[in-house]
Structures are given as structure tokens and as C-alpha cells.
């Protein structure tokens, strides 16, 4: 079937259409001679349009007497449709544009409020959210101890200070735990915990450019990334992460404060 099949109004359309090439014809006039011109009739179209003009042609060199004239001196005999507002705002490009304007808009607004409540180390939280979602416990070297005792081992076995599991998860039993290096964040320990298959993650805070110092805080600030939540508290010098594959209210019944 050809893209130009043109339908019975389209060709009633086409067949009384004004002789005019100008835009103010309405958009359904022009769909209809452009589909009569490119369908299989074109041929016999473009002789229909020849006859008219000719026709219309010599009616034009035809004298009109003063009294006839007067008739139509305040008439158009070809109407131009003025657009309204309401036309323009719901054409369908319009439609596409203004929907995708705030599709973005969306985006972006989402994304300020995000970073607005940003801290220290958030990127670097974020980033090992991305580690968590990815890593299995197999991938660890398997321990059966106390979250809390891998503090010991950190600093003997690796020689980190203050890598210190925070006290709401010192009793969870762990069955994996790493030390690993990051181009970013630097020096990371993870630990697995069976609990929930939560993780914890130990690294360096960020430092403060102009102080040269990792400011501390106690209450906790959570990240999101890739459906995974981090709960982060900062204490000398080092960032302690709890992570959860859920919501923000799914680590909040193991924490002891709320966000503020």
C-alpha cells in the first residue's frame, strides 16, 4: 500500500481545495493535496489543478462592474485561520517538547535536592555502595567472629588505626571481611555480615581543602546508589559505613539515632 493512500475525505478535501499555495490554509487541506499529488490518481490530480488554474486564470481577466465590485470590497474570499493559543499548546510536538522539558527538569531538581544534603566522603560512600551491590561473601576471606573484633585485626594485620566498627554492629556475626586499595577513596576494609547480608565498609575521610582536616560527626548521613542505602558516621579521621540493599528505613531500626 503506498505511504500516499488517500482517504474519502481527504479526496473531497483535495477536490474543493482553494487555489493558493499560501499557509493559512488549514493543516488538514494541505495534508490532503499533498497525499492526492504523491498517490496513485497524481496524474490525474495535476490535471485537475492545470484545468482550475486555467479556469481561475480567465475568470480574473473577466471585468467586474463597479456595482459588483462593491459587494466584495470587505470580503476575503480565501479565510485565514488565525492560530490560538490553545492550537499551539496542544499540538502534539509542542506536547513532546514541553513533557521532555520536564522530564529533565525533574532530573536536575532531583539531583540538586541530592546533592544538597551531601557530605564529606558522600562520592566515595557512593562509590562503594556500587562495590557492595557486586560483591558475594565468597569473594572474601571467610571469618567467624564478631563484627566488632575486626577492628584488632585491621590494625595488626594490615596496620590501620581507628578502623573501628561502630558500636551498633560490634555484636553481628561477620563471615567475610577484605582490606583493599581505591584510586579514590584509598584504603578500604570491608566486612560481610549475615545479618541481612548487610555490609560495612571502613575508609579515610575526606579532607577539608582548606583545612587540611577531616571535620567528625556522630549522627548518621545516608547515601543512595543502584537500589543500595548507606547509613555513614565520620570519627578520627575515618568513615564508617553500614549498607543495605533497601531503603533508608530499612537501616534505620539498627542505628541509634535518626538522620537530622
Known amino acids: 500500500m503506498s505511504v500516499f493512500e488517500i482517504s474519502r475525505k481527504q479526496r473531497a478535501l483535495a477536490q474543493c481545495a482553494p487555489i493558493t499555495e499560501k499557509p493559512s490554509i488549514d493543516r488538514a487541506t494541505r495534508v490532503a493535496v499533498q497525499r492526492a499529488r504523491h498517490g496513485k490518481r497524481a496524474a ?27 459587494w466584495f470590497a470587505n470580503e476575503s474570499l480565501v479565510p485565514v485561520t488565525k492560530r490560538t493559543w490553545r492550537t499551539i499548546a496542544f499540538n502534539p510536538a509542542v506536547l513532546a517538547i514541553a513533557l521532555a522539558v520536564a522530564v529533565i527538569a525533574g532530573i536536575f531538581a532531583y539531583r540538586v535536592h541530592e546533592h544538597m544534603l551531601d557530605f564529606p566522603g558522600a562520592a566515595s560512600a557512593r562509590k562503594l555502595l556500587t562495590v557492595a551491590s557486586s560483591t558475594r561473601s565468597v569473594l572474601l576471606d571467610p571469618v567467624k567472629t564478631e563484627a566488632g573484633a575486626l577492628g584488632d585485626l585491621f590494625f595488626m594485620k ?69 537500589g543500595w542505602t548507606g547509613a555513614v558516621r565520620q570519627q578520627n579521621g575515618i568513615c564508617f559505613m553500614a549498607a543495605i540493599r533497601g531503603t533508608e528505613r530499612d537501616l534505620q531500626p539498627y542505628l541509634n539515632k535518626e538522620q537530622p
Do not use: S
Not at 479556469?55 to 462593491?70: D, F, S, Y
Not at 590501620?160 to 561477620?174: G, I, R, S, T
Open 44 to 70: 490525474e490530480f495535476a490535471r485537475q489543478e492545470t484545468f482550475d488554474r486555467a479556469v481561475a486564470t480567465l475568470v480574473q481577466t473577466i471585468p467586474v462592474g463597479p456595482e459588483v465590485a462593491e
Open 158 to 226: 594490615h596496620r590501620l588505626e581507628h578502623y573501628d566498627v561502630a558500636p551498633e554492629f560490634v555484636n553481628f556475626k561477620a563471615i567475610g571481611c577484605r582490606v583493599f586499595d581505591d584510586e579514590e577513596v584509598h584504603r578500604v576494609a570491608q566486612i560481610y555480615l549475615l545479618e541481612k547480608r548487610m555490609q560495612l565498609f571502613l575508609f579515610p575521610a575526606e579532607k577539608d581543602p582548606k583545612h587540611g582536616i577531616a571535620p567528625d560527626f556522630d549522627n548518621w548521613r545516608y547515601v543512595e546508589q543502584e
